[in-house]
């Protein structure tokens, strides 16, 4: 048995905060709380001294005050082939797609490269306190075999599936929709369900896939129906133009994933910045997910993510939020957060801090259908936590001299927060920053 007990500022949530009064009972947050991780997952969540007192004096404490203890960050969009992509200068999406990223997925037929940069996207999550995400290989099984390798030896809870496309990019980058369905089929069988891990199946978007492998991808889908699908949708114009000549017979482009059976609570839709009023009702009546990614809507300039507009559709769209590395620029949830705030603060919705880290947390389990296992400090939970520092450098110690209560600590951490902010993370209740 494997136990240690931490000690520090406890936060998490048991529900979306709506902001002011209707905050106080969707989270829990206690001063000098004490976190008890048995074997992987949260045995005991309560005043430090309670727990002291109740499970014994032989633990191992350690002593993370004054800093907050919060469930680990989780990424709902990322692409781990393009680590080397962040920051390429280009117009909009299909030029950054064809110029850079195409370009650079393209290097994962090479021998050694999935596991050199699958070793390195792990360093580089755990760095930035996110402990689980939705991500997309390359094309290639070998991609897939790396990541989920690397992630198994962590012991992290990650969601992820090889990209099927099989038209309109270079052959290097292309399968079939036959040899999409073989893999795909054959790597689910290798590793969904196998320790944390999870299978998600990833057409990467309307353009890249005929409709052939539209169809085998739905197929997979009604053949495996509790994985997670993910795929974009509704990022740039051009890309929407480019759709309706694809799919000429569509009424709009989510209706193309509707028609192959593609929609439903398991699945993530990245961007969805430009939709009509009927896409958003197709969306929210699947019980899809809509995926903000705020840096990368920025940078590649995509557009600005409506979601008031999603939320008051009744009923409502499924939200997440997302850093859409390489299209993203950090890989941040604070960054993310604070690009979002901004996002949405322009279009005149203000969004209370305790909403922004409900999100990164709770709410983006809740997204992925996974709150059950990861999201929060409840008793039962898998331990996946982070320790944060509203203090970590020069600038915010000396903000922080005017910071009185917790939101305003939150909302520091946000707008000024990064990896330095992350003082410790724990993956399954084991150190997995310090070790690094
Ligand atoms: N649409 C299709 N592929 C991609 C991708 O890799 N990144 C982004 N941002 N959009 C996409
Ligand atoms: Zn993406």
Request: proline share 4%; hydrophobic share 40%; charged share 20%.
């Amino acid at each position: 048995m494997t136990e240690v007990l931490l000690r520090g500022r406890l936060l998490t949530f048991h529900d979306e905060p709506m902001g002011g009064e209707a905050s106080a009972d969707a989270f829990t947050y206690i001063e000098d709380g004490g976190l008890l991780l048995r074997d992987g997952m949260i045995a005991a969540m309560d005043e430090f001294s309670a727990l002291r007192a109740g499970e014994g004096r032989n633990l191992e404490v350690i002593d993370h005050r004054p800093h907050l203890i919060m469930p680990g960050f989780i990424d709902t969009h990322i692409h781990f082939p393009q680590m080397q992509v962040v920051g390429s200068y280009a117009g909009a999406l299909l030029e950054w797609l064809n110029k850079y990223t195409f370009v650079e997925e393209q290097k994962f037929s090479n021998q050694g490269h999935p596991e050199r940069i699958a070793s390195a996207f792990f360093d580089e999550l755990i760095r930035h306190g996110t402990t689980t995400a939705a991500a997309y290989c390359s094309v290639h099984k070998a991609s897939v075999q790396a990541f989920f390798a690397e992630s198994h030896r962590r012991n992290t809870r990650m969601v992820a599936g090889k990209v099927m496309m099989d038209r309109n990019a270079p052959p290097g980058l292309l399968d079939t929709a036959q040899s999409g369905y073989d893999d795909s089929a054959a790597l689910i069988a290798e590793w969904h369900g196998k320790g944390r891990q999870h299978y998600a199946i990833t057409p990467r978007f309307a353009p890249t896939s005929t409709p052939e492998q539209l169809e085998m991808s739905g197929a997979l889908a009604s053949e495996h129906p509790d994985l997670h699908i993910q795929t974009h949708l509704c990022e740039n114009t051009a890309e929407i133009a480019f759709v309706a000549e694809l799919f000429p017979w569509s009424r709009d482009y989510t209706h193309v994933y509707e028609h192959y059976g593609l929609l439903g609570p398991k699945t993530l839709l990245g961007h969805c910045i430009h939709l009509t009023d009927a896409e958003i009702r197709a969306i929210a009546e699947s019980r899809s997910v809509a995926v903000f990614c705020p840096t990368s809507n920025l940078f590649i300039g995509s557009g600005l993510f409506d979601l008031a507009r999603l939320r008051a559709s009744e009923p409502s769209v499924r939200n997440a939020i997302a850093t859409d590395i390489g299209g993203g620029t950090s890989y941040s949830m604070l960054r993310t957060l604070d690009e979002g705030y901004k996002i949405l603060n322009i279009q005149g919705q203000r969004y209370h801090p305790l909403r922004s880290f409900y999100q990164a947390t709770l709410g983006n389990a809740r997204a992925l259908s996974l709150e059950d296992l990861i999201g929060s400090l409840k008793v039962g939970a898998e331990a996946d936590c982070i320790v944060l520092d509203a203090g970590a450098t020069p600038a915010m110690r000396l903000r922080m001299e005017t910071v009185e209560t917790l939101v305003e600590e939150l909302f520091l951490l946000q707008t000024m927060g990064d990896d330095r902010s992350i003082v410790e993370v724990y993956v399954a209740g084991r150190p997995a920053k310090s070790t690094l």
